[in-house]
């Protein structure tokens, strides 16, 4: 059974700090992670995806992969209130394949 | 462009009625993929087409559940004998398939079976 975990949250941060969001999964033939934004009532909105070992940066947002520890993480750096949303960590093992999402992680960005 | 649509947006039926979901992707995407999302369940795959085949039907839960994609374009998931359990919100998405990996979410379609 190929899993990933998130912490469900909800993690608070004040707004202009950094909020660390964290993922780990099982199956270590898992590609590709991706991280989608999901606000309330709003399907997922794609962020940013990472496929290879080491940092991959686009705006605030840098994405982590260390396939050793089978961890990935999201940094979002100088948080905003509009970044307040579930963040939703997925795993793909096959190129083109199936998405298998963890619970997400509720943030919450105090102005 | 336009982005993924799906229709309805919101379906309201009873218990033991047949439902269809539409699902029109990103023009010149070949890939489509349904998944439902359910409070306490998380976002579930069910199934992914590629072109007009489906590679994959794991996801689907029961034989009540059925999916077609005609012309490579346009999708319908159909729900047989709807259960109170049915009750979700089922999302589309579709990727390019040529290298592109990223999959784009629609709107989704919340369902309701009471």
């Known amino acids: 059974q190929k899993e990933v975990e998130q912490n469900s949250g909800p993690l608070s941060v004040p707004e202009g700090a950094i909020a660390s969001l964290n993922c780990t999964y099982s199956?270590?033939?898992?590609?590709?992670f991706f991280w989608y934004r999901q606000y309330s009532g709003k399907s997922p909105e794609l962020i940013m995806f990472?496929?290879?070992?080491g940092d991959k940066e686009d705006g605030r947002f840098t994405a982590q992969l260390n396939k050793a520890s089978q961890y990935v993480s999201l940094l979002i750096r100088d948080s905003q209130p509009s970044d307040s949303a579930t963040y939703l960590c997925?795993?793909?093992?096959?190129?083109?394949?199936?998405?298998?999402f963890g619970q997400g992680t509720e943030l919450s960005v105090k102005p | 462009g336009a982005g993924v649509s799906q229709s309805p947006s919101n379906k309201v039926t009873e218990k033991g009625k047949d439902v269809e979901l539409r699902c029109d992707p990103i023009?010149?995407?070949?890939?489509l993929y349904w998944y439902r999302q359910s409070l306490g369940q998380g976002l579930e795959f069910l199934i992914y087409?590629?072109?007009?085949?489906?590679?994959?039907k794991s996801g689907l839960p029961s034989d009540r559940f059925s999916a077609e994609r005609t012309g490579g374009s346009v999708s319908t998931l159909t729900i047989q004998r709807t259960q109170q359990e049915d009750s979700a919100v089922y999302l589309c998405?579709?990727?390019?398939?040529?290298?592109?990996?990223?999959?784009?979410f629609g709107p989704g379609t919340r369902l309701t079976v009471l």
């Open positions: 990472i496929y290879s070992n």
């Open positions: 199956d270590r033939g898992s590609q590709s």
């Open positions: 023009s010149g995407h070949t890939a």
């Open positions: 997925a795993g793909q093992y096959n190129q083109g394949g199936k998405l298998i």
């Open positions: 087409f590629q072109g007009n085949s489906a590679p994959d």
């Open positions: 998405a579709s990727s390019s398939g040529q290298g592109g990996n990223e999959q784009f």
